[in-house]
Protein backbone atom coordinates (compact mmCIF):
# COMPACT_ATOMS: atom_id res chain seq x y z
CA UNK A 1 0.00 0.00 0.00
CA UNK A 2 2.11 3.94 -1.37
CA UNK A 3 2.36 6.13 1.28
CA UNK A 4 -0.20 9.14 1.08
CA UNK A 5 1.29 11.99 -0.29
CA UNK A 6 0.98 15.07 2.20
CA UNK A 7 3.35 17.87 0.87
CA UNK A 8 4.97 18.82 -2.71
CA UNK A 9 8.73 19.38 -2.25
CA UNK A 10 11.74 19.78 -4.76
CA UNK A 11 12.13 15.79 -4.19
CA UNK A 12 8.92 15.42 -6.27
CA UNK A 13 9.18 17.83 -8.63
CA UNK A 14 10.93 15.76 -11.18
CA UNK A 15 8.43 13.01 -11.17
CA UNK A 16 5.45 15.33 -10.91
CA UNK A 17 6.11 16.92 -14.00
CA UNK A 18 6.90 14.19 -15.80
CA UNK A 19 3.70 12.22 -14.86
CA UNK A 20 1.60 15.57 -15.77
CA UNK A 21 3.12 15.64 -19.22
CA UNK A 22 1.69 12.69 -20.16
CA UNK A 23 -1.53 13.42 -18.63
CA UNK A 24 -1.21 16.92 -20.42
CA UNK A 25 -1.83 15.10 -24.36
CA UNK A 26 0.92 17.48 -25.70
CA UNK A 27 -0.24 20.29 -23.86
CA UNK A 28 0.09 22.40 -20.54
CA UNK A 29 3.15 23.91 -21.54
CA UNK A 30 6.67 23.14 -21.19
CA UNK A 31 7.57 22.32 -17.70
CA UNK A 32 11.13 22.67 -17.42
CA UNK A 33 11.42 26.16 -16.63
CA UNK A 34 8.58 26.39 -14.41
CA UNK A 35 9.97 23.38 -12.76
CA UNK A 36 13.17 25.19 -12.20
CA UNK A 37 11.30 28.09 -10.38
CA UNK A 38 9.19 25.86 -8.10
CA UNK A 39 12.32 24.01 -6.73
CA UNK A 40 13.54 27.79 -6.15
CA UNK A 41 10.43 29.09 -4.20
CA UNK A 42 10.27 25.60 -2.56
CA UNK A 43 13.94 26.10 -1.59
CA UNK A 44 13.12 29.81 -0.33
CA UNK A 45 9.95 28.85 1.49
CA UNK A 46 10.07 25.39 2.28
CA UNK A 47 7.55 22.81 0.84
CA UNK A 48 4.04 22.82 -0.03
CA UNK A 49 0.81 21.37 1.83
CA UNK A 50 -1.25 18.67 -0.18
CA UNK A 51 -4.60 19.13 0.42
CA UNK A 52 -7.13 16.57 -0.38
CA UNK A 53 -10.41 18.29 -1.73
CA UNK A 54 -12.62 16.60 1.19
CA UNK A 55 -10.75 18.24 3.52
CA UNK A 56 -11.25 21.87 2.67
CA UNK A 57 -13.67 24.09 4.53
CA UNK A 58 -16.84 24.73 2.39
CA UNK A 59 -16.92 28.30 2.64
CA UNK A 60 -13.16 28.40 1.84
CA UNK A 61 -11.45 30.34 -0.99
CA UNK A 62 -9.86 28.80 -3.76
CA UNK A 63 -8.28 30.05 -6.69
CA UNK A 64 -7.18 28.73 -9.45
CA UNK A 65 -3.96 29.92 -11.19
CA UNK A 66 -1.89 29.31 -14.08
CA UNK A 67 -0.48 30.17 -17.84
CA UNK A 68 -2.38 31.18 -20.69
CA UNK A 69 -1.27 30.73 -24.50
CA UNK A 70 0.42 29.25 -27.16
CA UNK A 71 2.73 26.38 -25.76
CA UNK A 72 5.41 27.50 -28.41
CA UNK A 73 5.37 31.04 -26.40
CA UNK A 74 7.10 29.60 -23.39
CA UNK A 75 9.88 28.06 -24.85
CA UNK A 76 10.75 31.37 -25.28
CA UNK A 77 8.77 33.85 -23.14
CA UNK A 78 10.01 32.17 -20.21
CA UNK A 79 8.19 32.74 -16.16
CA UNK A 80 9.65 34.10 -13.31
CA UNK A 81 9.79 32.67 -9.47
CA UNK A 82 7.63 35.81 -8.80
CA UNK A 83 5.09 35.86 -11.28
CA UNK A 84 2.24 33.52 -10.20
CA UNK A 85 2.55 34.95 -6.78
CA UNK A 86 2.62 38.84 -7.90
CA UNK A 87 -0.58 37.17 -9.75
CA UNK A 88 -2.47 36.19 -6.60
CA UNK A 89 -1.99 39.29 -4.87
CA UNK A 90 -2.63 41.00 -7.61
CA UNK A 91 -6.24 39.30 -7.49
CA UNK A 92 -6.76 39.28 -3.24
CA UNK A 93 -6.10 43.45 -3.95
CA UNK A 94 -8.88 43.22 -6.88
CA UNK A 95 -11.73 41.40 -4.81
CA UNK A 96 -10.59 42.00 -1.15
CA UNK A 97 -10.72 38.71 0.26
CA UNK A 98 -8.08 36.23 0.75
CA UNK A 99 -7.27 33.13 -0.63
CA UNK A 100 -7.36 29.93 1.32
CA UNK A 101 -5.66 27.59 -1.23
CA UNK A 102 -4.43 27.16 -4.74
CA UNK A 103 -5.41 25.24 -7.02
CA UNK A 104 -4.88 24.27 -10.81
CA UNK A 105 -6.23 24.85 -14.26
CA UNK A 106 -5.35 21.44 -15.69
CA UNK A 107 -2.89 18.72 -14.72
CA UNK A 108 -0.61 19.92 -17.78
CA UNK A 109 3.08 20.31 -18.10
CA UNK A 110 3.98 23.71 -16.66
CA UNK A 111 0.32 24.17 -15.43
CA UNK A 112 0.89 21.33 -13.18
CA UNK A 113 3.90 23.09 -11.20
CA UNK A 114 3.28 26.73 -11.72
CA UNK A 115 0.07 27.00 -8.72
CA UNK A 116 2.56 24.80 -6.60
CA UNK A 117 5.17 28.16 -7.49
CA UNK A 118 2.85 30.50 -6.34
CA UNK A 119 1.74 28.73 -3.61
CA UNK A 120 5.16 27.97 -2.03
CA UNK A 121 5.64 31.65 -2.18
CA UNK A 122 2.21 33.11 -0.46
CA UNK A 123 2.51 30.23 2.30
CA UNK A 124 -1.19 28.45 0.65
CA UNK A 125 -1.87 24.61 0.54
CA UNK A 126 -2.20 23.23 -2.89
CA UNK A 127 -5.44 21.26 -3.62
CA UNK A 128 -4.46 17.59 -4.48
CA UNK A 129 -6.89 17.80 -8.09
CA UNK A 130 -7.77 20.04 -11.06
CA UNK A 131 -9.73 21.24 -13.55
CA UNK A 132 -9.81 18.76 -16.02
CA UNK A 133 -7.64 15.63 -15.33
CA UNK A 134 -5.69 16.44 -18.70
CA UNK A 135 -5.00 19.44 -20.79
CA UNK A 136 -7.57 21.22 -23.10
CA UNK A 137 -7.20 24.30 -25.08
CA UNK A 138 -10.29 26.50 -23.74
CA UNK A 139 -11.45 27.85 -20.21
CA UNK A 140 -14.87 26.72 -20.59
CA UNK A 141 -13.69 22.96 -21.09
CA UNK A 142 -12.74 22.99 -17.31
CA UNK A 143 -14.42 20.79 -14.87
CA UNK A 144 -15.14 24.04 -12.59
CA UNK A 145 -17.56 26.47 -15.40
CA UNK A 146 -19.10 23.11 -16.32
CA UNK A 147 -19.90 22.38 -13.03
CA UNK A 148 -21.25 26.11 -12.72
CA UNK A 149 -18.20 28.31 -11.20
CA UNK A 150 -18.00 31.72 -12.52
CA UNK A 151 -14.86 32.77 -14.56
CA UNK A 152 -14.69 35.86 -13.32
CA UNK A 153 -13.49 37.80 -12.01
CA UNK A 154 -10.55 37.32 -12.96
CA UNK A 155 -7.03 38.76 -13.21
CA UNK A 156 -4.40 38.47 -15.96
CA UNK A 157 -0.84 39.18 -15.49
CA UNK A 158 1.78 39.91 -18.07
CA UNK A 159 5.71 39.29 -18.45
CA UNK A 160 5.97 43.11 -18.19
CA UNK A 161 4.18 43.41 -14.85
CA UNK A 162 1.04 44.79 -16.28
CA UNK A 163 -2.58 43.65 -15.10
CA UNK A 164 -5.84 43.09 -16.77
CA UNK A 165 -8.99 42.21 -14.91
CA UNK A 166 -12.05 41.00 -16.62
CA UNK A 167 -15.50 41.30 -15.99
CA UNK A 168 -17.68 38.46 -18.60
CA UNK A 169 -21.11 37.07 -18.15
CA UNK A 170 -19.78 33.39 -19.67
CA UNK A 171 -16.77 31.72 -19.96
CA UNK A 172 -16.94 31.51 -23.47
CA UNK A 173 -16.74 35.32 -23.36
CA UNK A 174 -14.18 35.22 -20.76
CA UNK A 175 -12.31 32.57 -23.09
CA UNK A 176 -12.95 35.29 -26.15
CA UNK A 177 -11.31 38.23 -23.89
CA UNK A 178 -8.53 36.38 -22.07
CA UNK A 179 -7.00 34.61 -25.28
CA UNK A 180 -7.18 38.42 -26.97
CA UNK A 181 -4.89 39.82 -23.98
CA UNK A 182 -2.79 36.99 -24.39
CA UNK A 183 -2.11 37.36 -27.78
CA UNK A 184 -1.87 40.94 -27.04
CA UNK A 185 0.73 40.36 -24.50
CA UNK A 186 3.82 38.44 -26.77
CA UNK A 187 1.74 35.04 -26.23
CA UNK A 188 1.77 33.60 -22.63
CA UNK A 189 0.39 35.00 -19.89
CA UNK A 190 -0.71 34.15 -15.73
CA UNK A 191 -4.37 33.98 -14.83
CA UNK A 192 -6.11 33.62 -11.47
CA UNK A 193 -9.62 32.94 -12.54
CA UNK A 194 -12.76 30.78 -11.29
CA UNK A 195 -12.88 31.64 -7.85
CA UNK A 196 -14.97 29.25 -5.64
CA UNK A 197 -15.89 28.23 -2.15
CA UNK A 198 -15.06 24.36 -0.92
CA UNK A 199 -17.89 23.06 -1.36
CA UNK A 200 -18.06 24.12 -5.13
CA UNK A 201 -14.52 23.04 -5.66
CA UNK A 202 -15.18 19.73 -3.90
CA UNK A 203 -18.52 19.36 -6.39
CA UNK A 204 -16.51 20.23 -9.64
CA UNK A 205 -12.94 19.07 -9.12
CA UNK A 206 -10.93 16.41 -10.73
CA UNK A 207 -9.89 15.00 -7.28
CA UNK A 208 -6.32 13.13 -6.92
CA UNK A 209 -4.22 14.23 -10.41
CA UNK A 210 -1.22 15.93 -8.80
CA UNK A 211 -0.38 12.88 -5.98
CA UNK A 212 -1.14 10.69 -9.53
CA UNK A 213 1.24 12.59 -11.32
CA UNK A 214 3.58 12.05 -8.94
CA UNK A 215 2.96 8.01 -9.03
CA UNK A 216 2.95 8.40 -12.76
CA UNK A 217 5.94 10.43 -13.15
CA UNK A 218 7.68 8.20 -10.97
CA UNK A 219 6.69 4.34 -13.15
CA UNK A 220 8.11 6.49 -16.24
CA UNK A 221 11.48 7.24 -14.63
CA UNK A 222 11.79 3.62 -12.82
CA UNK A 223 10.59 1.75 -16.05
CA UNK A 224 12.33 3.91 -18.60
CA UNK A 225 12.68 2.38 -21.28
CA UNK A 226 11.25 1.48 -24.83
CA UNK A 227 7.30 1.99 -25.17
CA UNK A 228 5.85 -1.30 -25.51
CA UNK A 229 7.90 -2.73 -22.32
CA UNK A 230 5.88 0.14 -20.62
CA UNK A 231 2.03 -0.59 -21.85
CA UNK A 232 1.45 -3.46 -19.34
CA UNK A 233 2.76 -1.02 -16.00
CA UNK A 234 0.91 1.59 -17.33
CA UNK A 235 -1.96 -0.37 -17.92
CA UNK A 236 -1.85 -1.78 -14.19
CA UNK A 237 -1.83 1.50 -12.37
CA UNK A 238 -4.29 3.50 -14.94
CA UNK A 239 -6.39 0.87 -14.13
CA UNK A 240 -6.99 1.58 -10.21
CA UNK A 241 -7.08 5.31 -11.04
CA UNK A 242 -10.26 7.67 -11.98
CA UNK A 243 -9.12 6.97 -15.57
CA UNK A 244 -9.51 3.45 -15.99
CA UNK A 245 -7.96 2.06 -19.15
CA UNK A 246 -4.48 3.00 -20.73
CA UNK A 247 -3.01 1.08 -24.23
CA UNK A 248 -0.79 1.42 -26.42
CA UNK A 249 -1.65 2.59 -29.76
CA UNK A 250 0.80 2.90 -32.21
CA UNK A 251 4.49 2.89 -32.98
CA UNK A 252 6.13 4.77 -35.85
CA UNK A 253 8.39 7.87 -36.97
CA UNK A 254 7.32 11.31 -36.99
CA UNK A 255 7.19 11.93 -41.09
CA UNK A 256 5.76 15.13 -41.03
CA UNK A 257 4.73 18.20 -38.28
CA UNK A 258 2.75 21.32 -38.97
CA UNK A 259 1.40 23.88 -36.60
CA UNK A 260 0.94 27.81 -36.33
CA UNK A 261 -0.11 30.08 -34.08
CA UNK A 262 -3.95 31.04 -34.93
CA UNK A 263 -6.08 32.77 -32.37
CA UNK A 264 -3.55 32.46 -29.32
CA UNK A 265 -3.61 28.74 -30.24
CA UNK A 266 -1.02 26.11 -31.33
CA UNK A 267 -2.97 24.73 -34.52
CA UNK A 268 -1.67 21.62 -36.86
CA UNK A 269 -0.91 17.80 -37.49
CA UNK A 270 1.47 15.10 -37.23
CA UNK A 271 1.64 12.51 -39.05
CA UNK A 272 3.26 8.97 -37.77
CA UNK A 273 4.25 5.90 -40.57
CA UNK A 274 4.28 2.93 -38.77
CA UNK A 275 7.96 0.62 -38.43
CA UNK A 276 5.25 -2.50 -39.41
CA UNK A 277 5.29 -1.69 -43.60
CA UNK A 278 1.45 -3.13 -43.37
CA UNK A 279 0.01 -0.34 -41.15
CA UNK A 280 -1.33 2.63 -42.41
CA UNK A 281 -0.15 6.12 -41.39
CA UNK A 282 -1.75 7.61 -38.13
CA UNK A 283 -2.41 11.48 -38.26
CA UNK A 284 -2.81 13.35 -35.00
CA UNK A 285 -4.38 16.82 -35.42
CA UNK A 286 -3.29 19.20 -32.38
CA UNK A 287 -4.46 22.12 -31.03
CA UNK A 288 -2.10 22.84 -28.42
CA UNK A 289 -3.25 19.17 -27.21
CA UNK A 290 -3.30 15.98 -29.02
CA UNK A 291 -6.89 15.97 -29.71
CA UNK A 292 -8.14 13.44 -32.34
CA UNK A 293 -5.75 10.09 -33.80
CA UNK A 294 -7.29 8.42 -37.34
CA UNK A 295 -5.37 5.80 -39.24
CA UNK A 296 -7.54 6.86 -42.82
CA UNK A 297 -11.33 7.37 -41.93
CA UNK A 298 -11.13 5.57 -38.93
CA UNK A 299 -11.02 7.16 -35.38
CA UNK A 300 -8.20 5.57 -33.23
CA UNK A 301 -9.07 8.14 -30.16
CA UNK A 302 -10.22 11.56 -29.75
CA UNK A 303 -10.95 13.82 -27.31
CA UNK A 304 -11.78 14.24 -24.59
CA UNK A 305 -9.63 10.96 -24.23
CA UNK A 306 -6.33 11.48 -23.69
CA UNK A 307 -3.90 10.89 -26.79
CA UNK A 308 0.00 10.98 -25.14
CA UNK A 309 3.21 10.82 -27.79
CA UNK A 310 6.01 9.28 -26.24
CA UNK A 311 9.46 8.79 -27.17
CA UNK A 312 10.13 5.08 -28.28
CA UNK A 313 13.26 4.67 -26.78
CA UNK A 314 12.85 5.67 -23.35
CA UNK A 315 8.98 6.48 -23.35
CA UNK A 316 9.10 10.06 -22.28
CA UNK A 317 5.68 11.75 -23.10
CA UNK A 318 6.47 14.91 -25.70
CA UNK A 319 4.97 18.07 -25.90
CA UNK A 320 3.26 19.25 -28.79
CA UNK A 321 5.76 22.19 -29.08
CA UNK A 322 9.10 19.91 -28.96
CA UNK A 323 7.62 17.06 -31.36
CA UNK A 324 9.84 17.21 -34.63
CA UNK A 325 10.18 15.35 -37.44
CA UNK A 326 12.16 11.82 -37.58
CA UNK A 327 11.05 10.98 -34.00
CA UNK A 328 11.20 7.70 -32.95
CA UNK A 329 7.56 7.85 -31.32
CA UNK A 330 4.58 5.59 -29.61
CA UNK A 331 1.44 6.62 -29.36
CA UNK A 332 -0.68 5.80 -25.97
CA UNK A 333 -4.45 6.46 -25.45
CA UNK A 334 -6.09 6.89 -21.94
CA UNK A 335 -9.30 6.65 -21.12
CA UNK A 336 -10.84 10.33 -19.40
CA UNK A 337 -12.52 10.68 -16.10
CA UNK A 338 -16.26 10.15 -16.02
CA UNK A 339 -16.67 13.71 -15.20
CA UNK A 340 -16.19 14.45 -18.95
CA UNK A 341 -18.44 11.50 -20.19
CA UNK A 342 -21.47 13.42 -18.91
CA UNK A 343 -23.73 15.11 -20.96
CA UNK A 344 -23.23 18.28 -19.41
CA UNK A 345 -19.25 18.35 -20.61
CA UNK A 346 -19.54 16.86 -23.67
CA UNK A 347 -21.53 19.93 -24.72
CA UNK A 348 -18.12 21.47 -24.43
CA UNK A 349 -15.67 18.86 -24.90
CA UNK A 350 -16.79 16.67 -27.47
CA UNK A 351 -14.69 15.92 -30.86
CA UNK A 352 -17.49 18.79 -32.95
CA UNK A 353 -16.84 21.55 -29.94
CA UNK A 354 -13.32 21.22 -32.12
CA UNK A 355 -14.24 21.18 -35.54
CA UNK A 356 -14.36 17.37 -35.90
CA UNK A 357 -17.21 15.63 -38.07
CA UNK A 358 -17.19 12.95 -35.57
CA UNK A 359 -19.40 11.83 -32.30
CA UNK A 360 -17.52 11.29 -29.64
CA UNK A 361 -16.76 7.30 -28.94
CA UNK A 362 -15.03 5.91 -25.57
CA UNK A 363 -11.72 4.53 -26.08
CA UNK A 364 -12.90 0.56 -24.45
CA UNK A 365 -15.57 1.23 -27.57
CA UNK A 366 -12.98 1.95 -30.24
CA UNK A 367 -10.90 -0.84 -28.99
CA UNK A 368 -13.86 -3.58 -29.40
CA UNK A 369 -15.23 -2.20 -32.63
CA UNK A 370 -11.25 -2.74 -33.56
CA UNK A 371 -10.92 -5.89 -32.34
CA UNK A 372 -14.01 -6.94 -34.05
CA UNK A 373 -12.85 -5.75 -37.33
CA UNK A 374 -9.62 -7.49 -37.09
Known amino acids: MSETLTHIGREHLDDLALGAVFLA ?37 IVPVGSVGAPTVSLELLPSVEEAAETLNAFEKFVGRKIDAVTSFEIGGGNSVIPICAAAAKGLPIVDGDGMGRALPEAQMMSYPIGGVKPTPALAYDYAGNIATFQTDTTETYERHIRAFSMSAGGMITAAEHAMTGRQLKDTIIPGTVSFS ?3 GRLLREKRGQAPELEKPLAALFADSIYGECRLLYTGKV ?17 IE ?7 NLSVNIKNEYLLAKQGDRVCASVPDLITIVDFETGTPINAERLRYGQRVAVFATACPDFYRSETALKVVAPRCFGFDIDYVPLEKLRSASRLKA
Open 25 to 61: TGGGGDPYVPKLITAEAIKTFGPVQLLPPQDLADDAF
Open 214 to 216: VKL
Open 255 to 271: IDKTTRIIGGYDIGEAT
Open 274 to 280: SFESSQE
